[in-house]
C-alpha cells in the first residue's frame, strides 16, 4: 500500500446520531479512487480531548493523512481547526486578510439581520481567520476556510500526518476537496499513490443476485476480474457496477465491460458515468428539444421536484399537477370521474388518464402520469402498498405511450423515490423511440 | 460521567461508502437513554489489525462498553467475536448446545438450496458456535449468536471494557441489543450511570451567531450553563439547541429554556422537540381540520412532496400544481398573465395570485404560493438568485394573507430545500391565527 489515510467525522450531532453522516461514505470513495487506503474512520463531539484522541489514534495507526469534517463554524464549540492545530505543533495565527475575504462574504448575509449583533459577527468573523501557522488555506465555498496542515519539518515526531480539515456541510466540503487535492501539501502526502480509474455501469430491472452470477460466468468464459476491484450496488432501484483499475488494466475493463453490455443489453443504460437524470435532461434538451409535465398522485410532488432539480430545467420542464384528492385528478388533470369509480384511483386507466391530463393541461410533448400506494396505510389485498401505475405518454395523433404496473417493496419513501426512477427509465424510453417490449 | 461507551462498526463495505451504516446512529440513541456518553465511533474494515486498534484505542480512552456490529457470520473473513477474545484475553471455546441450536436454525434454510454444501455449512454453524470463555451468549435473531465479553478479574489489566459483539443487520442487532441490557455482564459495566435528559430548542429566522451571543448573555445574566451540554446547529434554515443534562439539573435548564423563550420569543418554535413538520401536520390535522395546496414554481415540486412525505398526509394535502412555465402558471394556477407582464413571474404579486390559484384550483382551505429563482442561471441585478416570494392565504372573504420576500444563499438545491422551510413557518403562522409581523 503506498499511502494510508484516516477519516474524523466531528460533530456531536453526528455522534449522537440526530444527523446523519454523509461526508465519510463520500470522503471514503474519493480516497479509493486517488488510491489512498482507508484505515478507519472515527465520528467524535466537538469535545476537545475526544478529537485530539481521534488524532492521535489515528497517527499512531502509521496514517500519511487525515481528513476531518466539520467544526469550523464562527462560535466557540467550532473545535476543529485549533485542536488540529495543536496536534500538528502549530501556533493558531490571524490571518487579516482572509479575515477581510470572510467579513466580505458575511456581510450581504448580515443585511437581512437588521438586529443582528455586529460585534459578535466580527468575533465569529475573526475566529474563523486564525489558522495553523505554515497551514495552507482553502478558500471558503460557504463561510468557513478550510485548512491543509502539513507536520512541521524537523518535529520531534517526523511520522505525523497530514490532515485536510473540511466543513461539515456536504456542499462545502465537497468542492473544497478538489481545491485541497491541488495543494503542495496534499501532494506531499500521498506522493506515489497510484491513481485509479473508476468507471460506473449503471442498469434498470435486474436484480443483484443475478450480477454475482455475471460476474461468475464472466471468469468462467475467461475474462480475467483478478485486476478489477468491482464492487456492486443497489442504489435507487438501479444496480451500480463500479470498477477501480490500475491504468495498465485499461483493455481488462474493456473487456468486462463488453462482457457485461451483450449480457445485459436491455438492462445496461449507462456504461460512461451518465446517470438516468442526466440522460433524460439531455433527451429532453434535444435536437429535438421537447417539453415534459406530469401528473403525480402517490408521488406527492417528488417527480417534478426530481426533474426541476438540474439546473436549466425550467427549458423542458413545464411543470407537474400533485393530484392528491380525487377532486384534484378530476379538476386537475382533467381525469373523467368514471375511470376513477370504475378502476380505482390507482389503475392503470387512471394513470394513462393522468399522463393524457399533464399532456393537455400543460400543452407538454410528453406526459407522465403516477398512482399509487406509497404507504404504510392503504393497501388492501388487491392493491398492496407498493402498487404503483406509471405511464408516459407522447402528444398528438398516434403519440406513442408506454406504461408499467410496480409492485415496488419498502417503506414509503423508499416507494416514493424508486417510483420517480421507474418513470425517468420510461421516459428515457420514449425519448429515445424505443419500442416497449414490457 | 458515570458510564463511557465507544462502538466499533465492522465491514469493508460501510467503511468503503458503499453501505450507509445505521448501527452506529440507533446505538448512540440506545447509549443516550441508558445515561451513558458515547465518546466514540470507529469504523474499520474486517481487516484483524484494524479492529484490534480500534478496540484497544477506545479502552485507552477508559470507556467501560464497546459495542461492536457486524462481522459474526460463518466464514471466515467473519472475525469480530475472535478478536474480541483476544482484546479481552480469554480463549475460544466450543458452545456444543449452541452449535446444535444454531444448527436447528439453518437447516430449513439449507431445505431451499439442494445443492448447498452441507460440509461448509456445518463448519461455518460450528465456528459460529465458538465463543470467548465465560462471555454471556445472546441467542440468535438471524442465525449468528452474539455475545457479552466481560473483563476478567483480577486481570493485569482491571481498567479493560465489557464488549458487547452485536450482529451487523440492524434487525438482527436491534432485538438483540434488548436482550444484551438484561444480562448481568452489562448491568455491572453500566452500574451508577445517570440516565440523561435531552431537549431541543427550535428557533426560526435568526442566525447562528446570535445563538451564540444568547448563550454568553444568559451567563452574564446568572444563569448557570455549566450543568448543560449545548450543541446549537443550523438545519435547512432553522436553528437547533439540543441540551443534554442530569435529572438533578432539570431547574437549570427550565431557566435557560425560559431565557432562550423570552430573549426570542418571535423566533422559539418549538420547546418539545416537535419539527416544524409535526407541528403544520398537527394544526392540518385539527381540530379544527384543514387542507392545505400549494402553487409553486421555483421549489418545483419540492413543497408538495414535502407536505405529502408524511404518512397520512393524503388527510390534509389536496395537491399542488408546479407551474414551472409562465403558461403553467396562467393556465393551472390562474394567474392574470396581466400581472405577468406588469410585475415579472417573480413577483410579491404573482406568489399571491398563486396561492389564490391554488385555494381555488383545489377547493383547499389554505393556499401556498412559491415563486422565486433559485438559480445557478436567471438571477438579474433587480431579481438577483436566490429572490423568493412566497405567500399563504386562507379561503373565504377576510381571509388572512401572510408575504415574505427572501433573499436566500446557496446553491440551487439549498434555495429550493430552505423556501419549503420558510413556507411551512408562514403556513403554521396563519394556522396559528398569529398576526403579521413582518
Known amino acids: 500500500v503506498s499511502a494510508r489515510a484516516g477519516i474524523v467525522i ?21 480516497l479509493r479512487e486517488r488510491g489512498v487506503e482507508l484505515a478507519h474512520i472515527a465520528i467524535v463531539a466537538d469535545r476537545r480531548e475526544d478529537m485530539a484522541a481521534a488524532l492521535r489514534f489515528l497517527a499512531s495507526e502509521r ?19 485549533e485542536v488540529v492545530a495543536e496536534f500538528a505543533g502549530r501556533a493558531m495565527v490571524l490571518d487579516e486578510a482572509l479575515e477581510q475575504r470572510i467579513a466580505a462574504i458575511v456581510a450581504p448575509l448580515a443585511e437581512r439581520w437588521p438586529n443582528i449583533d455586529r460585534e459578535a459577527m466580527a468575533r465569529g468573523t475573526r475566529k474563523q481567520a486564525h489558522v495553523p501557522e505554515g497551514a495552507t488555506v482553502l478558500e471558503p465555498v460557504g463561510t ?13 515526531d517526523d511520522g505525523l500526518p497530514t490532515v485536510v480539515v ?6 462545502e466540503l465537497q468542492p473544497m476537496w478538489r481545491t485541497a487535492l491541488e495543494t503542495d501539501a ?5 506522493a506515489g499513490a497510484t491513481v485509479y480509474e473508476q468507471a460506473i455501469l449503471r442498469l434498470m430491472g435486474i436484480p443483484e443476485s443475478e450480477i454475482a452470477e455475471t460476474l461468475r460466468v464472466a471468469e468462467r468464459s475467461g475474462v480475467d476480474l483478478a485486476p478489477l476491484e468491482i464492487t456492486t450496488c443497489l442504489r435507487r432501484g438501479e444496480i451500480e457496477i463500479a470498477t477501480l483499475y490500475e491504468p495498465a488494466a485499461a483493455d481488462v475493463y474493456a473487456a468486462f465491460a463488453d462482457f457485461v453490455r451483450s449480457r445485459h443489453a436491455a438492462q445496461l443504460f449507462s456504461d460512461d458515468g451518465t446517470t438516468i437524470d442526466e440522460q433524460v435532461a439531455a433527451l429532453l434538451s434535444g435536437p429535438p428539444p421537447r417539453t415534459v409535465a406530469v401528473a403525480e398522485s402517490c408521488t406527492g410532488g417528488l417527480l417534478a421536484a426530481r426533474l426541476t432539480d438540474r439546473p436549466g430545467s425550467s427549458a423542458y420542464v413545464l411543470g407537474g399537477a400533485t393530484v392528491y384528492s380525487n377532486a384534484a385528478k378530476v379538476a386537475l388533470a382533467g381525469v373523467d370521474p368514471a375511470l376513477i369509480s ?30 399509487g400506494i406509497a404507504g404504510p396505510g392503504g393497501g388492501t389485498p388487491e392493491k398492496p402498498v407498493g402498487r404503483v401505475h406509471v405511464a408516459v405518454a407522447e402528444a398528438g395523433p398516434g403519440g406513442r405511450r408506454i406504461a408499467r404496473r410496480l ?3 419498502g417503506s414509503r419513501p423508499d416507494v416514493r423515490d424508486r417510483t420517480t426512477t421507474v418513470a425517468l427509465h420510461l421516459l428515457r424510453r420514449l425519448l429515445r423511440g424505443e419500442v416497449d417490449d414490457a
Not at 63 to 81: F, Y
Not at 144 to 156: Q, R, S, T
Not at 186 to 190: D, G, H, I, L
Open 10 to 30: 466531528t460533530g456531536t450531532e453526528v455522534l449522537s446520531g440526530i444527523i446523519a453522516d454523509r461526508n465519510g461514505p463520500w470522503l471514503s470513495e474519493r
Open 63 to 81: 496514517v500519511d493523512l487525515i481528513v476531518t469534517s466539520g467544526g469550523l463554524g464562527p462560535t466557540a464549540d467550532d473545535l476543529t481547526t
Open 144 to 156: 468557513a476556510p478550510g485548512v491543509v496542515v502539513p507536520p512541521l519539518d524537523g518535529a520531534a
Open 166 to 171: 473540511l466543513p461539515g456541510p456536504p456542499r
Open 186 to 190: 496534499f501532494r506531499a502526502a500521498v
Open 342 to 371: 370504475q378502476f380505482g384511483a390507482v389503475s392503470a386507466e387512471v394513470a394513462d388518464a393522468l399522463a393524457d391530463g399533464a399532456l393537455g393541461g400543460f400543452g407538454a410533448d410528453v406526459g407522465i402520469g403516477v398512482t
Open 407 to 409: 409492485d415496488l417493496p
